[in-house]
């Protein structure tokens, strides 16, 4: 059964960071296309950031130069680095998977092109001022 699991969410201040890890069990992330998305309270989700099987990266513009996604294949992990953490940043965060890809770009922003076939629970990301 796959499963995907975040942790790491907390709350920081402005300009602190926080590593966000979505831990893969029941396939091999190295094998998936895997994504990061946000959802604050009366917004939409939105795409944060995506790293294919080729091991590709995209970032929305929002968050680009201050997040870093990455794969740790050994641990079977996927990260989210954040840095110079916003107030705008507070949301819950997901992770999602799938082997075909699911994430695509409109007018700077990562969307959803297909929904992938796994999510994880979220964790939450508070950042005060």
């Known amino acids: 059964q796959v499963q995907l699991e975040e942790s790491g969410g907390g709350s920081v201040q402005a300009g602190g960071s926080l590593r966000l890890s979505c831990a893969v069990s029941?396939?091999?992330?190295?094998?998936?296309?895997m994504g990061w998305f946000r959802q604050a309270p009366g917004k939409e989700r939105e795409g944060v950031a995506s790293?294919?099987?080729?091991?590709?990266?995209s970032y929305t513009d929002s968050v680009e130069g201050r997040f870093t996604i990455s794969k740790d294949n050994a641990k079977n992990t996927v990260y989210l680095q954040m840095n110079s953490l916003k107030p705008e940043d507070t949301a819950m965060y997901y992770c999602?998977?799938?082997?075909?890809?699911?994430?695509?770009?409109?007018?700077?922003?990562?969307?959803?092109?297909?929904?992938?076939?796994?999510w994880g629970q979220g964790t939450q990301v508070t950042v005060s001022s």
């Open positions: 790293l294919d099987s080729d091991g590709a990266t």
């Open positions: 029941g396939y091999t992330a190295r094998n998936y296309n």
């Open positions: 999602a998977a799938d082997p075909v890809p699911f994430m695509g770009w409109a007018h700077g922003e990562l969307i959803l092109v297909r929904a992938p076939n796994y």
